[in-house]
């Protein structure tokens, strides 16, 4: 296992490195809002992950390991929000951090990586099952940073009159994703009961991460749940179909919303999807910023990049509803859902499984205290690095957040009816 | 059916101005903060539910009913958050109405009463039965009114540093829903595994309202769900409890708390329960301001006045956690849970049962959309209107909020240990 | 002198009980924003000044005097900003003070003016000429409240959609100081050069209180100036001279304002003075709230109640400019400018005079303090009681200020063009 | 004088690109607050001041001149307040350009400059002096801003936690101002009236700019003032005096501040001036925060980087207070003052001039539209372009700010006692 780790460790750290090559020195520092993070932060943060918690202990239980951590401030600077292990720079300001240089961080990286190569090459003595699980962990910690960089950058260039780009590829994945997903959405047909719906009979079953793979703690234990009979669609709601939705005033009619999010619709001046550029009377015409710059609405392609808010809405509108993450979880082998174009809102809270325990010691931050006024969102987006997606793993975010790849799925039952309101 | 909704209505409506007999003039256009509203605010509010929602449509509609209106802008001041209705008077300004005077309001009661009286006389027509539900559904609703009136007014005098007192009498109430309840709490039994906790096997129950009185949209449908073996506290927390939590640093540790309650810890400086006062670091020589005023605390009461984030983060720390709304519906019948001391926290956030279906209407606002970010509240409170509770009413309030008559009872399981971390 | 005081006193504390009698109960908590009080402040507030300044320093001083003072929580409630008397309570939160009852504050009252007549009558001792300057300060010092508890009222009144009436009373009055003032406004006249200008041929001049009478700290010492030759308009500008400004665009050219000031237009959406009521594009058609009520907007009377930001910009499209407070001064004994009908701002920030000294003691927080961001005002208006104005009176207010009865008069010169861009 | 004028625009314009050499990529978009600018952005900002009022309308105007403005979004990103000439990137969000890259504003520079030596050289047609008059004003302009980027720089440099370093050569500048001035500051010495007062008999004076070399706008009319006698301190306030009044309690007396200013003491914390490190209690064991990094506090230093209200409170502490502008100019050619160590605060709020008339156009939004709530400092600083500085120079800032090189020399008089209260 050491050997295939080894491995793994390197694909994972070159892919950040790889990830930020499009860059221009000045976008490493780009922080759009207080929720997002600048790319040198990333790189920065992932490496922090493995000095502190896996490295550091090490150091202080006596390894023979040729590592000399960064100076103490890079800890104050480079921790996120792990309480346990002190304090830390204010999230909103972590644009500020010109400097250490983004040369100085890469090099970080790489004194890490010959350190943790070391590690697992039992130079400085054998390596601990736990100690192997925390370098698993720290992975996969940076395969969410890998996706997270991308979303951060797109807000961050969002901001910009100018518009900038990226570069092609996440535009490339998006349409793999789209492609291996069926090559269309469609609200149209699934908001009227023809075979656009995949049906469920209900009863009791069981849901939850239950075998020896990597997993986070909220994925656990594997338990018991009674369904009633659903249906979820085939597949993700589409551009075209927010735009009904808007033509027919979606985001003018307080019925359709949640009050909280009717408070935002109002405060905010929502008119349409976070990144649609144009003309709120006229959906269709409009452009869609993305990583590969401004770029026409594609009317087929599944909508992104809209708050759990505005998919609830849009749900009622269509006159379904999202789907509980319990019944999209059971319902993930019959489509591909976890291999996902983009993630997908779910009508459940965000809350621990009966029988959660959260990890021991710091990691066991890592989840379990985000508890509370959070939706699940569930599957995986075309920005999320290959093989991190798993069908139980639970995504997310706060209903107003909209930064993020997110889409949605309709369901409906028991006792729905199938049918769009403009049916 | 009729006869009895008569005098119904005469003991709902008169017990709404008894309530604000002990007031003083100038307590009428209390409001300590926006969540709060003053009450005359509350007398009036409850008023144009019975004007907007009864008798207008039933004089559009042509009925022989010899009342007119109150004028155009009280529509638009007493209005609480019906969109369907109109705009409405900005909720933080409430206090700001010093006219109309309580005399007017209180003029136009009577008039709608009289109104109300001859309808359910029949003398204006017969009366259909959806009509007869909206009445009932507007004196569950000043009921409940009656209750924040309440709760309200506590609030706005203990933002003043005389602790004015509304009167003896709720605390009275207190006393005997405490005594009825087993005349203790004791969280200490509770944290041992001893005869303290009521155990359940688990499996398949049902719950939600499924019969033929009177209940809110919410409640609806009866439904079944899995549950895994469990056991809930007989007792509620009581001041003790919390108190030996606070002496061990419960408001000082991170790790205890949601991300997000933590923040509010920090931000407002929570130290103890709402209405504690004193010292912080002598937990138990704080008084307690109740309606009845200032009081010694007592050890052995039930904790009130505390956040959601403060109940979970208690329960975290005494080894268990809180129980979800289903564990708890299906405790009620052996437990007095429902004619409750106090509200009581649950784990469960407040979202639709499956198959939910918002009541058709204006009034359909009442409930559904205000499913996002609040945790559910179950049983009643000794401020809760006699006739008022039933095992299946849930309350939402967000997880930051104190100024209710909340407090916590205890459950664990699945495969939790019985323990408190003093043990 | 003495006896004279007992008369005055009588007659000052008699007419702040008078103000309060159109008020309905209601109307004593009434605190519109953060920046005004109600009127039960008011009445608290000036009695605490004497108990604090006069009467506990003489109690302390062992004066036979059979007064026992308030209860400690009064002096906190009841201080406004005396920082060398202690912590006070919130200024937002006076209007939460439902309790003591007005009656209990009106009782205050009257034990404290018992105490001031028997300290004055001599019983209790001789008393000090700086005792006597105390009163006499106190007494001016409620002269000040009296106006402030109207303008407040007006403030609390006008956020209610049902524009309560306070009475008749100050329209009366304002009628009356309009008459006494030459009875037209018009900036008509005064934008052309005509006869509408009083000229002055600068020099150097002196202002400032240099006398014996009552004068607050902040008018002296009387010293001089050099002014370069001005005019300065004979009338106030009125509310058809502003109605022509918002015709013009006055409230969408930036231009015309401070940087600061614009800020607050587009922030705020001024689009006229305060307390005009209808549609921005017919000016004249609308309605002024007054404490008479809604009322119909007279053009020829002075326009009120908008903010220095508005005058100066007024000014600037009027091609004129506000005149500085010297130049105002050596004016006062050619126009009826102190017993005045409005406010009248100035082009002078409010700063010490060359030579100021605070007043000794606590007093002296009176004025000083408040020396930045601050404008001054000249005149005085039909709410200040009478026999409280003078000529060498500095008011003061911010700049985005606009509920205290302000107007303002046009200046011109040195070498103005003496022409309105219309003309 | 066009040959003058093209050997000084080279000089500036090169000056800027100078200035930036020291720092790293991420540096370009460092913006520390919403009052500050990144460096890449005055940069453009400067260049956009010159193709805007300088090249744009002489193309407008047919000038055969090779020159192609930058893309349209550009004007809209550099754009600073004019609201002349149109809508404008927001403030706040200059820190997220992280395009246009650097080299591309470096390389619009090149090409301004190019067109702008093409005018200079008449090849383009001949200039007229508005036209010279504006490329003089777009180099004065440019030399405020090369000051500012130095001082944002400090801000953003300020909040890294690293502490990091622009380079030594500011401190060598300060140094040398320092060494010109007298090489010490030293309140000791004026605070008891010894050789260290300079004193001016008052009278009649005249201040502001009459003559024939470039200006702003805001330092003309030349015209006459009334001045009281009065002393002024020949030396800036230094480190150590402000010490002594930390030490004295200077931070925690209300009594010595104004009401505003008090404020924010409690508001934001202060206890020293902006960028003191180290423990308030040991005020002279202190760090200093400079663009060459942390170094020892020298108390025989001037003191910088403080607030008008801090400056006002230790001159009310020192038994004395601050000069006005006009004071401060009239001994301007007695003292070194113009070509200063730190831009010294007046007690003079920044008002228009009598006679004062804005430039024409757009650029007459440069200095009267900010003349409200700010106080005027007079002199220049460290990091004032050599000759930018006049001793009619009038700079301004809002009373609360801290981050600009501002220091305070002592005025006295008339009557006030020359000492201190150690004294």
Chains 1, 2, 3, 4 share one sequence.
């Not at 292990?85 to 644009?95: F, I, L, T």
């Not at 269309?184 to 991460?209: F, Q, R």
């Not at 985001?251 to 109002?266: D, H, I, K, N, T």
Request: hydrophobic share 40%; with cysteine.
């Amino acid at each position: 296992m050491t050997t295939g780790l080894q491995a793994r460790l390197r694909q994972v750290r070159q892919h950040s490195v790889a990830l930020v090559e499009p860059l221009q020195p000045e976008d490493f520092c780009l922080q759009g809002m207080a929720d997002a993070s600048p790319p040198k932060w990333h790189l920065g943060h992932t490496t922090w992950f493995f000095e502190t918690f896996v490295l550091k202990p090490r150091l202080a239980a006596g390894a023979a390991l040729p590592y000399v951590p960064a100076e103490k401030a890079w800890g104050y600077l480079f921790n996120s929000y792990y309480d346990a292990v002190g304090a830390r720079h204010p999230r909103p300001e972590r644009g500020l951090l010109s400097r250490p240089s983004i040369e100085a961080v890469l090099a970080w990286r790489q004194r890490v990586d010959v350190a943790l190569e070391q590690l697992l090459s039992g130079e400085a003595g054998p390596l601990s099952q736990p100690d192997m699980e925390l370098i698993e962990l720290g992975l996969q910690h940076e395969q969410q940073h890998q996706e997270l960089l991308l979303m951060d950058l797109l807000d961050g260039f969002g901001r910009n009159p100018l518009a900038p780009a990226y570069g092609p590829a996440p535009e490339t994945w998006f349409a793999a994703a789209w492609r291996n997903d069926g090559g269309k959405s469609g609200g149209n047909d699934c908001g009227k009961g023809g075979g656009g719906w995949l049906e469920h009979p209900g009863g009791l079953v069981e849901i939850g991460h239950g075998g020896e793979g990597f997993h986070f703690d909220n994925e656990a234990p594997r338990h018991r749940q009674w369904l009633e009979p659903f249906a979820i669609a085939e597949r993700l709601v589409s551009n075209a179909d927010v735009a009904a939705f808007i033509a027919d005033g979606g985001y003018r009619r307080p019925e359709l919303w949640m009050s909280e999010g009717w408070a935002e619709v109002c405060g905010r001046g929502w008119q349409a999807p976070r990144y649609w550029r144009g003309e709120a009377d006229q959906p269709l015409a409009q452009q869609e910023f993305t990583l590969a710059g401004l770029r026409p609405l594609d009317g087929e392609a599944p909508v992104r990049h809209l708050s759990w808010f505005e998919a609830d809405a849009y749900a009622r509108w269509a006159g379904a509803r999202l789907p509980t993450e319990a019944e999209w979880e059971v319902m993930a082998n019959r489509l591909p859902l976890a291999e996902g174009v983009l993630w997908q809102w779910t009508a459940s809270p965000y809350r621990p499984y009966p029988g959660f325990r959260p990890a021991p010691g710091a990691v066991g931050e890592y989840n379990g205290k985000f508890m509370s006024s959070q939706m699940v969102l569930r599957g995986s987006c075309f920005l999320t690095p290959p093989g991190h997606a798993r069908a139980t793993y639970r995504n997310f975010y706060p209903p107003a957040c909209r930064w993020m790849a997110a889409g949605l799925r309709l369901a409906k039952g028991p006792a729905d009816p199938i049918s769009s309101p403009a049916a």
